[in-house]
């Protein structure tokens, strides 16, 4: 057909112009907390430049511990806008369900490369690890070591 063009339509893609469409519509409820895709997509653009900050490279993975909620969902945009990939750890998978019901772990070759963890915190809210703290997939916090 003449005169039409493709482009293709990435989950980045898709929230960046969701935000300029439609960006003082509601994106997010999360129990008090509420964000239009334009507030989603700023959030999302500062977690991107975060990471870049702290030194992820495109092709990079980056663990998130979170429970369901507007942070995971700003990692999963936030983080392959920094062309990095997200690697989302379920906090509700009990011990028996891992496989062979072990503990989970992981190796690495050379020291462990956490960085501080970029998202910023909701003014007034209880600082918790795995939003306000240090890396949660920091040995000192009780999670498994990154690998590069």
């Known amino acids: 057909m003449p005169g039409l063009?493709?482009?293709p339509l990435t989950p980045t893609s898709f929230l960046e112009r969701s935000a300029a469409v439609f960006a003082r519509r509601v994106a997010v409820v999360d129990g008090e907390l509420a964000f239009t895709?334009?507030?989603l997509w700023e959030r999302?653009?500062?977690l991107a430049g975060g990471l870049a900050a702290t030194g992820v490279r495109p092709g990079d993975r980056v663990a998130a511990l979170s429970a369901n909620g507007h942070l995971l969902l700003e990692a999963t945009f936030g983080v392959p806008?920094?062309?990095a990939v997200l690697v989302p750890m379920n906090i509700r998978l009990s011990r028996a369900g891992r496989p062979g019901g072990r503990r989970a772990s992981s190796t690495t070759t050379g020291a462990p490369t956490c960085r501080p963890w970029p998202w910023p915190c909701t003014p007034g809210s209880t600082p918790r690890a795995a939003t306000c703290g240090p890396c949660p997939c920091s040995t000192a916090t009780g999670g498994p070591s990154p690998g590069r």
């Open 5 to 7: 063009s493709f482009e």
């Open 81 to 83: 806008a920094a062309g």
């Open 44 to 46: 999302v653009r500062r």
């Open 37 to 39: 895709y334009a507030e």
